[in-house]
């Protein structure tokens, strides 16, 4: 993937600008997955060699108020005589704040009006594949990136391909009238094999909106969308 040479134009340009410090995010997996262990490792000689102390962390977003399940890895280095690096997790320590769940960053908006709700039909899928909850299982066209968002928890990580198909689910009357979601109803008769195959979704079964995906997100009400 030749995206993956953009960690080293970074470099590149750390090395020419010389910046008193800096912060690279990237996935997650750079910073745990042994396959990566070797460009890990050459990142921070690279880094190093440039005069930087640097470390790295793993956060996830729900920590700090965003309620997403977004975890994503962060390089940090800071241009200095010292050859100790501050601790990352004591520092960011006094700003981890639990998110809310789904539910109460979406309820507090109200209805939502139909020109902000993305318009895909959610139809179920031909070859549905379950996994151990409803909320990752391959249910609908969209798969698990257009699939059901867990409103008593955290939803995935809203991508910047998302829209149509690609636009996550929520159930309205679990959302404003407390009652049990469908999905987890459906998952239940799914793994008894009793699939609805090509059907249409509930009425009440609905794509994210845009204002909703934009407060999941933390954006202020207020934000002006150009």
Sequence with gaps: DPRSRLVWEYVDVIKTIKPSAFIMENVSALGEDKKWLNIRNDL????????????????????????????????????????????????????????????EVLKSLGKQEPSHIAQAKIIFAKQQKLTNNPYSSFLVNGGTVGGFINLNGYCSTLTASMGGNLTPIIDEEALYNDKNEWVLEYFRNAKNNKFLIGDMAPKYIRRLSTIEAAAIQTFPSDYKWI
Excluded: C, H, W
Excluded at 65 to 89: A, D, I, W
């Design 44 to 103: 921070i000689y690279e880094f190093k060699s440039a005069g930087y102390v640097v470390d790295f962390i793993i956060l996830k977003a729900k920590d700090f108020n965003v309620s997403q399940n977004r975890k994503r890895e962060f390089f940090v280095g800071f241009k200095t005589q010292s050859q100790n690096m501050m601790n990352l997790t004591a520092m960011l320590n006094p700003f981890n704040l639990l998110a809310p769940p789904v539910r």
